[in-house]
């Protein structure tokens, strides 16, 4: 889905020299189809993944023991109730009758009610999507910060960082994102005092409590990535700072800055941002672990608590919006790579 | 010789040293950070450090199904409901029943299939609607037919209203526990305004009641948290302490004392493993009884396991096990053995120690029923029951090889797995914690009519229908409670091993968290600065 990259230096074809050291062509100059069929092949793409997704999540969520009505019953209802209730929310017909009721309500644009709490779906979806958005958003861009900059600085070897880059992968994953979590709340929240150990407060109530509400969160889901960052980005630069066209540059006098920022950086971007998008699909999983943590209120701790309750409706909802969450996030790194080195879009 | 070149290029360029920048840099950093740590963002940001007294934090590990008590069990929803809807009864934090919607009430004639009840006049629900005898009887109506747990708790075949705020209602069988059934206790006397009505889903969001406070839906998110703000409309401004309320949904035990702890909460329900690290944080620690957790025999007639059908073998069970030992050893501290289950007015403290532990008499039953060499025996237990789930089934299970009974137990993750199979037939026996909050009259319609839903043998023990019907239509049913009590013990219907414990954390500046068995979810409504 990604597109292939280069990492090394690629003589290509340019008559006057390495081609990584000339401005690059513009992207359409490369292009084989149009941006629009792009887009139409993805979309295309994603509609039988959807229908696999959640024909999935239906039947394993069908499969665990109990049902909802027993859930919303509890062990005290008369056993007539049981009947009645699941008469009333259609349990009592087979599971792909059910699911198919709920496909044809889904491709009306009808994502259903939960059966808990009778709100719609998308309803409940948009509520807590932010929150899982801006938690995301932000360990990715605390992730490329971190992470590139401590890989630059290992392979610079500047302020005496050296292997720092090697002890921070080993550290994040070494140490799973719920326990840092834990250590972050114990410290910060508890003892210091100095930031929320629960809770998300949304920008348009409070600036400052927005943020301070996602410090901890988004630094125990971003080590991980900072790790996998910094070593790939490290392990890169050396591949490029070891090539012949960056020899060449330094023999023609370019100031290691210049080759560093200009031109082995540009060489490597296209790799970083394919480890990102890998990045933002593991943190979408990290984020069911973080937001039960901090009990934030996205869309984690919703499909948790609705696959324990049997609120299919509801799963099935978050299922959705997590697997076009994947396909929009490939759709981009294939964008930000191609922009970024326009030979690779070859697709 | 460079260092001064580039001192030269950047005098000449405006450019400010490398060290001056990244100093500069820092110094913005710590700047940042020292703002974003310092300040709490106002009173209504989750993360305030400062909150005033007039505003109440609390923290629930669930929230019930939805807004509507109609469709809500008992728990932490009745924490919920009864800021946003007042109860037809009060029920005191001592378990006594006294005015709530209704000023007065009694039954019409002998039996108790007759109860009236007279409404006070200047109450009105949360969107301006006048609190009526009508708003109520189309109440009572919706909520038999919303399908809820509590949808049958008061046989109703009709409802009178005679003025405006008189109601009277006709039972299909005598009930003698009417005015605690419409207590917060059991959802159904939270009557909802007749335009909510109209609208079932909406009360989902906004439950339109006559308590003292409101939910702000637009700060709120289903199973997340919830804030309320007073009621302009509801009759007593007075009890009305807390300018705001907010409930978070915590499911985490440690989770919720680390909001306590970073002074996120106010209040929060607490549990065995974290009562002592909240009372060492300096929290009040309010401690107090919380049903019962034990062994559910539901094979009572020995169809899937014949050797239960045998008083003999079943006070076996009772006398094999240690209490003392399992009710330490795996409950904690407050854990209180017992050989009764517990109910709000069936408990007699003699029954308590009736079984004591001597597994030589109990082998000494075993074999005088035949089953010297022991049996087998299926159970299930709920893994979400923390200690008083498998754990203890587990412990149960241990003392009980000892005579030679072997319990096979399974495990269920979650409670509708564990429901389903307690309801569906196939396992005689059930690894179970009751509800506090259960009368006799209950009890026997949970595990002993011979309907009841953890009867589906279809057992029945004559002696103990004659006690449930004569309480039923007693003036005074409370000694029928306890010669009931004294029948399930004797026979062995049961093996409870301890009543548990609730615990809930409060903060110093918060009083009023009081509860009791009859009473086990501490109202936010009592409760005030200090």
Known sequence: MVAE?????????????????????????????????????????????????????????????????????????????YDNLRHTLGLNEPVYKQYGHWLGQALQGDLGRSLFSGQAVSEMIVQRLPVTLWLIGGALLVSLIAGVGLGMLSVTGRFGLGRLADLVAVIGFAMPAFWIGVELVAIFAVKLRWLPAIGYVSPEQSLTGWLRSLILPVTALSLHGIAVLAKQTREALLDVLNSEFVHDARSNGIPERSIL???AFKNIAPRIATVLGVQAVVMLGGSVLVENVYALPGLGSLIVSAAVQHDLPLVQGVAVCFTIFVVVINLLIDFICMALNPRSATW | MRNAQRSTRLRASGEKPRWLRAAAGALAAVTGIAVLTACGGGSTDASSGSAGKTELRIGLQTAGTSL?????????STQISALTNAAITHIQPDGSVSPGLATSWHYVGSGNTQFQFTLRQDAKFSDGSPVTSQAVKGWLEYFAKAGGSFAKSIPISSIDTTDDHTVVLHLSSPNPIVPYLLSEVFNIGFVASPAAVADPASLATNPAGAGPYQVVPSESVANDHYTFVPNKHYYDQSKIKYNKVTVKIIPQASTMLAALQSNQLDVASGDVSTAEAASSAGFNVVSGPFGWAGILIIDRSGTTSPALADVRVRQALNYAVDRKAIASGVLGKGAIPTSQPITTD???????????????????????????????LNVICPVYYGAAGCPLTEAVAQDLSKVGVKLTVKNNATQSEHVKLLVGGTYPAAG????????????????????????????????????WQDGSAAADPAPYWKQMTARVVTEAYQLPIASTVAHWYVAKHVTGVKFSPASSSPLPTEWSPN
Do not use: C
């Open chain 1, 5 to 81: 990259l280069t990492t090394s230096g690629d003589p290509g074809q340019n008559s006057r020299g390495n081609p990584l050291l000339t401005r690059v062509r513009p992207a359409h100059q490369f292009m084989r189809r149009p941006l629009v069929t792009l887009v139409g092949q993805r979309v295309a793409l994603a509609v039988p993944l959807l229908m696999l997704v959640s024909a999935l999540s239906y039947l394993l969520v069908s499969l665990t023991p109990g049902d909802a009505a027993v859930s919303i019953l509890g062990p005290t209802a008369p056993p007539e109730a």
């Open chain 1, 261 to 263: 920022f200009r031109h």
């Open chain 2, 68 to 76: 509507n008590p109609a469709v809500n069990g008992s728990g932490s």
């Open chain 2, 346 to 376: 069936g408990y007699d403290p003699s029954y308590d120690d009736y079984y004591s532990y001597d597994p030589d008499k109990a082998k000494a039953l075993l074999s005088a029923a035949g089953y010297g060499n022991g049996f087998s």
């Open chain 2, 432 to 467: 179970f914690l009751q509800n506090p909050n259960v009368p006799m009259f209950q009890l026997y319609g949970f595990d002993f009519a011979p309907k009841a839903v953890l009867n589906h043998p279809g057992w029945n023990d004559p002696t103990l229908d004659k006690l």
